[in-house]
Every structure is written in structure tokens, then in C-alpha cells.
């Protein structure tokens, strides 16, 4: 119990002081560290092999606003306070803002692609001005704001660097392509069955159902709270927090904070199941991960290939890029074993050692950034564009791993 205690506090912390982290995937992408640290001597990057979430989206399910319709009927029969009446404008505002535009990518999404590929440009223009590599080959999924990040991330590519040469890839079109940006396929009906195994493996975890009744919640939205059920109270309090998550990142400019309508509490018991969920593609010490070799391992396997090919004298490619989903790259980073991805702790630690919103959000990325020098081809890890390490192999220097020893080190965990 004091373990639940602490994390409880630690999340409270967390979101008193900023409510929009309790989005968790859906928080806008905001590096806190795009710091180049210095090569060992003689050491130029040449190759970089670039793995991205779409960015910023709008809400991609119109059944989702059937909150609103459940609020006008609530207004309708009197029993919404000024707070409320207050939330349905809101969500009323969202949903006009959202017409038209389910699943796209937003303006903010657009952008925080071309600032990645602009910093990227920025950081490491060796790669970028070999005349003898002027190639880049861009994989995507056949979603449309997948395939529009990938067009932003090379639109500001071409306006640096504009004889760079792509080649576009796209899973719509290419089955073959598919490996490259979501790995093994698994049947929808396979992927349910394994995601609700390990949800209701959560289900039973002491911290994971937080008691939480959303009292200021409904104390500030209904005249009478006692005029509503606690099961439609709970309803209203998880969907309107659904909206909320996408709309702060859709329109931040007119769309309210969540500390107006719930408190740091309700936060934290909103966000804490989507926290959880990311567990199905990390390796645990009490459980195994059903998605992480399929999905992680085998795009992994595609760019350690590529990597291989790039590596060639005769290569003329400068950069390789692939844009999904984050359920296809949270398992990519894991098999990859980043400290970040937690691996090694047991699964009821995951909330307190696991902030989705900083690791999984739009855009999130993952860049190896490759160099050349008197001694073996060397590669440096970047997790959203902070470099980073790997759990249980040493790097030569700093955080510049040999790509020989990280390789058997990959082999190692994908068996």
C-alpha cells in the first residue's frame, strides 16, 4: 500500500502543476532534450535511420461526441450548473472545429514533423551534404496523416536540401512494405485476444482501479449530483475527458484546460488505464511482452538490414525514415531496450517509471544516427531526439555504441 500511496502523490504532483500530461499519448510533442554531444575524434555521421509516430491529430471516432448529445439533454432537463453548461459549449466548439476533419492530421501536427526534420538537418548536415549520397527511401502506413507527417518531415527536408532524391513507400500500395512500419502481421481477432489477456491482468493489480467517484466533477457540472447515477457520472467524466485529450492539442488556443473541469485526483485515475496499456509491449520481470518480437522485433530486423545495405561504399542513400503508429513503435522501442522503456521492473511499478506523455506522444521518435571514423562504424541512439542508452551493453563512448556489438546485442533479445 505505501507503493500506492507514492505513486498516487507522484502523479498528483505531476498533474496539479501541469493537468494537459494526463493526455498521455495524445500530449503534444515537446522534447526536453535535442543537446548533439560531441563525436569521438576522427568520428563524421554519414547515415540515419529515422522511426516516427504521425504527429498531432484530430479525433479520429465521431461516436466519441455522443457526450455532447448526453450533455444537451442533461441542459435540456435542468440539471446543469453554469460549469456545465459551460463544458457542453466546450465540446460543442470541438466538434464544429472537428467536422470534416476525423483522424487527420492537424496544423500542429504538420509542424512538429517539420521541426524534427529541420532540427535533424540542423545537427547533423554532414549527412545531408555527401554529393554521393542524395538518396532517402520514406516508408508509411497506408493511414492519411501518417502518410501527411512523412510529406511534412520531407517538405522541410527539400526546402534545406532541395536535390535530395525519395522514394516513397506506402503500405497501401505495397504489402511488402508493411514489415517496415508495423512488423509481423497478426489478425485483428489475435491482437483483441492477447490485448484483453493482459488488460485483465492489469484489472488485477491493487493500484489499478483508484476508487476515484468523480465528486468535483460532478460538483461542478450538475445543480445536484445526486440527480445523476455514479455509473453516468463516471461515463460523462471518462468521455468528456476523451475529447478533451484530443481537443488541447487541436485547438490549444480556445480549448480549456482539464484542471478546469477535473481535479488533479480525477486526472490520475482518468489516465491511469491508458498508462497501463502501453504495458502489452514492454518485457516485465512478473510478464512478457505478446507484441514486442512480432511488431518491435521485426521492424527492427528491417533496419538493421538497411542499415547493413547503407553501410556499403557503393550506397548512395544518406537517410532511411518510416512513419506508424505508436502501437507499432512503443513495441519498436522496447525491443530496441532504451532505459526509457522500463525494462526489468515488475508490472505494477509501470505508472511511476513510465511517463507516456513524454515517451509515446505524436511524433515521438526514434533516430540512430550512424558515423564513420578510423576504427569501426560507430551509432548513437536518439529517443525523441534525446541521445539515449541501452540497458546491458556498454557503449564505446559516451552514448556512441559499435554498431557490430549493438547489433549481436539485438540479436540477443529478439531470440
Not at 465540446?91 to 472537428?98: A, D, E, G, N
Not at 505508472?351 to 562504424?377: A, H, K
Request: glycine content about 6%.
Amino acid at each position: 500500500m505505501r507503493i500506492l500511496f507514492i505513486l498516487l502523490q507522484l502523479a498528483l504532483g505531476v498533474f496539479e502543476k501541469n493537468p494537459e500530461l494526463s493526455a498521455g499519448n495524445l500530449y503534444a510533442y515537446s522534447p526536453l532534450d535535442t543537446l548533439v554531444s560531441k563525436a569521438p575524434a576522427g568520428y563524421k555521421p554519414f547515415y540515419i535511420s529515422h522511426m516516427a509516430r504521425h504527429g498531432s491529430r484530430y479525433l479520429s471516432k465521431e461516436r466519441e461526441f455522443y457526450v455532447v448529445d448526453t450533455l444537451a439533454a442533461w441542459a435540456d432537463a435542468g440539471l446543469l450548473a453554469p460549469d456545465g453548461l459551460e463544458l457542453l459549449e466546450d465540446l460543442r466548439m470541438f466538434r464544429s472545429i472537428t467536422e470534416g476533419r476525423l483522424g487527420a492530421l492537424t496544423a500542429l501536427g504538420a509542424a512538429e514533423h517539420r521541426q524534427i526534420s529541420s532540427r535533424m538537418l540542423r545537427h547533423y548536415p554532414e549527412v545531408f551534404s555527401d554529393r554521393n549520397r542524395r538518396h532517402v527511401d520514406a516508408y508509411s502506413t497506408e493511414s492519411k496523416r501518417v502518410m501527411a507527417s512523412r510529406s511534412s518531415f520531407i517538405s522541410e527536408m527539400w526546402r534545406r536540401v532541395p536535390e535530395m532524391e525519395v522514394s516513397l513507400y506506402d503500405a497501401k500500395t505495397n504489402p511488402e512494405v508493411w514489415v517496415n512500419v508495423r512488423g509481423e502481421k497478426m489478425s485483428y481477432s489475435q491482437q483483441k485476444k492477447l490485448r484483453r489477456a493482459f488488460d485483465r491482468r492489469c484489472e488485477k493489480l491493487p493500484g489499478y482501479n483508484t476508487g476515484c467517484t468523480y465528486t468535483a466533477f460532478a460538483s461542478r457540472i450538475l445543480k445536484d449530483p445526486s440527480s445523476v447515477s455514479q455509473k453516468r457520472i463516471d461515463w460523462m467524466a471518462e468521455n468528456s475527458f476523451k475529447l478533451f485529450k484530443t481537443g488541447r492539442t487541436t485547438n490549444p488556443d480556445t480549448m480549456p484546460s482539464m484542471g478546469k473541469y477535473f481535479s488533479a485526483e480525477e486526472l490520475y485515475a482518468l489516465w491511469l488505464p491508458g498508462c497501463y496499456r502501453w504495458g502489452r509491449y514492454i518485457d516485465f520481470k512478473d510478464c512478457k511482452s505478446s507484441f514486442l518480437k512480432p511488431y518491435g522485433g521485426e521492424i527492427l530486423k528491417c533496419l538493421i538490414g538497411d542499415a547493413d545495405e547503407a553501410l556499403g561504399e557503393d550506397s548512395h542513400t544518406a537517410a532511411t525514415i518510416r512513419f506508424s503508429h505508436d502501437t507499432y513503435l512503443m513495441p519498436f522501442m522496447s525491443a530496441i531496450g532504451f532505459e526509457e522503456t522500463v525494462p526489468g521492473i515488475s508490472l505494477a511499478e509501470l505508472p511511476e517509471r513510465f511517463p507516456d506523455y513524454r515517451i509515446i506522444c505524436p511524433g515521438c521518435n526514434v533516430q540512430f544516427i550512424f558515423y564513420r571514423g578510423d576504427g569501426p562504424v560507430l551509432v548513437k541512439l536518439l529517443l525523441n531526439e534525446k541521445e539515449s542508452r541501452v540497458v546491458g551493453l556498454e557503449p564505446v563512448q559516451g552514448c556512441y555504441y559499435s554498431w557490430d556489438a549493438l547489433k549481436e546485442y539485438f540479436k540477443r533479445r529478439l531470440r
